[in-house]
């Protein structure tokens, strides 16, 4: 049953009073905690899937017939359906009912899991996968918004570090997951798992899962091809652009001009057409629209590092699977533990802005330690730049969601969790694909610069006069050389990643106080902001 409590409204230099009539959730269900227990379980199957099933790849590569470059649309699918369908999600939850929708998606997506699991070749995995990314697609802003909707106000800060929680640990939970069950049993767990799970968030959603009012809402034809024809090519152009030797290729350059004018015409259409997809309030709102771009921020730097620390700590530092996993396990430690901090520090009425900017603070120090390190780095040092990299990241995330929504009334606020998950998507994507072809750029130019002063006049370990008297010997002593000038030579790229990271990050921090401000007040207030 809904509550016709009012939307939270900022009032500038007033503290809230002692007793806010207006402390009322949106939507009362008849077992909170159960329902948030259900809304969580559903938001981190769909937020692990997202980096599960990378490591799983070569051995679906061999078990479906594919190539190097084709078993990757296993992953670009999923990516594409899920950025063109995560759009729709408010015109969608206003059209059929948001409970409907989100029942509806986790039955769908346990459905897709089984399906990809019992997929026989590529082309029935790529579809399975993309049906299973337009399912998962709703199921992370809807999440949100329940959440939020659920909970009065004064308590929007703690369970936004519950939920979040669930976002960004996700991501970190996911290679390791995926690398235990492909070793242990098979690939196709890799999408099993998510059934029991999924089975048991769907009958606690069903039970407990409260209804929220439609509303009539026209569907913005127009719009929503134009801004699909955008995120597709973006994706497309991110996905495909490392293989077809980006702008070298024709191919690219379609999707580029394709991104480029579809996005030019996505713009022009919303802020001129009568009834858009988004209204135009959402952008208005200023705390909404930094968010967003912070959140694009979020995206580079977490996800990208996490797409780079793998690959590096097994190839380069000879870590196994199982052995990444509990190495990179502190950075989750870190989130947990600033998230529950800066939950009951917005509680308490602490301006957001501070916060903000110290957790990108402290993501920068953490990266630029990272950017000092050597192929003689212990694991202590890893552990302890994720750890403070974690503190960061969870400092920054809940202010920011909590400041994002203060104004915002609950009507746009599936909406706004939708243009969130869609701009960190991006963020991600973007963040991976930029940083991975630096890192290969840097590790061939390391390469040619290291390879140039590897000579008999500098000393060389290798005498090279002397190589061809002992033909296979000297070959593998050539062969062993190369190797280690490689080892050197990606190692001074994966610094550079770093070092560009710690700059973005650095630079992000200021822009935190162009936000406005929350008022202090004793906990247990709802959050009032102030210029």
């Not at 070749?121 to 199921?139: D, K, P």
């Not at 750890?387 to 009334?409: C, D, E, K």
């Amino acid at each position: 049953m809904a509550s016709k409590a009012a939307p939270v409204r900022p009032v500038a230099g007033a503290a809230p009073p002692p007793s806010p009539p207006h402390d009322v959730a949106e939507l009362e269900t008849r077992n909170y905690p159960l329902m948030i227990i259900g809304v969580m379980a559903a938001s981190l199957l769909q937020i692990l899937d997202t980096t599960i099933a990378n490591v799983a790849l070569p051995h679906m590569q061999s078990s479906l017939g594919a190539t190097v470059h084709t078993v990757t649309w296993v992953l670009t699918s999923y990516i594409i359906a899920s950025a063109v369908a995560l759009p729709i999600t408010g015109w969608l939850a206003d059209r059929i009912g948001a409970r409907r929708l989100f029942i509806g998606s986790v039955a769908g997506f346990i459905i897709t899991s089984m399906l990809c699991g019992l997929a026989r070749n590529l082309e029935e995995m790529v579809a399975f996968r993309a049906m299973q990314g337009v399912a998962g697609a709703f199921i992370a802003p809807l999440s949100q918004s329940f959440m939020l909707d659920a909970t009065r106000p004064s308590r929007h800060a703690q369970i936004m570090a519950i939920w979040g929680m669930g976002i960004m640990i996700g991501p970190i939970l996911g290679p390791i997951l995926g690398g235990w069950l492909t070793e242990t049993a098979s690939w196709r767990w890799v999408f099993f798992v998510n059934l029991p799970v999924g089975i048991a968030s769907l009958a606690i959603l069903i039970a407990y899962l409260p209804k929220r009012p439609q509303r009539a809402r026209r569907f913005d034809i127009t719009g929503f091809l134009l801004l699909a024809m955008a995120l597709a090519a973006f994706q497309l152009l991110l996905d495909r652009g490392a293989q077809e030797d980006w702008l070298a290729s024709a191919e690219i350059w379609a999707y580029l001009l394709i991104t480029l004018s579809a996005t030019w015409m996505v713009v022009i259409h919303f802020a001129t057409a009568r009834a858009p997809m988004f209204e135009r309030a959402l952008f208005a709102d200023r705390n909404f629209t930094i968010a967003l771009a912070f959140m694009v921020v979020i995206g580079i730097v977490m996800f990208a590092v996490m797409a780079l620390l793998p690959p590096m700590l097994q190839t380069l530092f000879g870590y196994g699977v199982i052995d990444t996993g509990m190495v990179l396990m502190p950075r989750g430690v870190g989130i947990l533990i600033s998230m529950q901090v800066s939950g009951v520090l917005m509680r308490r009425g602490i301006d957001a802005r501070p916060v903000v900017a110290s957790g990108f603070l402290l993501c920068a120090f953490s990266l630029w330690q990272m950017a000092h390190w050597s192929l003689s780095v212990d694991e202590t040092h890893v552990i302890v730049s994720g750890l403070l990299q974690g503190l960061g990241m969870g400092l920054v995330f809940i202010p920011l969601q909590v400041s994002a929504f203060a104004t915002l009334s609950p009507a746009m606020r599936t909406d706004g969790s939708s243009l969130l998950n869609l701009f960190r998507s991006l963020g991600a994507s973007a963040g991976i694909s930029w940083m991975t072809v630096l890192l290969a750029r840097n590790i061939q130019t390391s390469h040619a610069d290291l390879g140039s002063h590897v000579t008999a006049a500098t000393g060389s370990v290798v005498d090279f006069s002397t190589t061809d008297r002992f033909q296979t010997l000297g070959d593998t002593a050539m062969v062993l050389l190369n190797a280690e000038v490689n080892r050197q030579a990606a190692m001074i790229a994966y610094i550079d990643d770093f070092w560009l990271m710690m700059w973005i990050t650095l630079a992000a921090a200021p822009f935190a106080f162009l936000m406005r401000g929350n008022k202090g007040g004793r906990a247990g207030a709802p959050v009032v902001l102030t210029e």
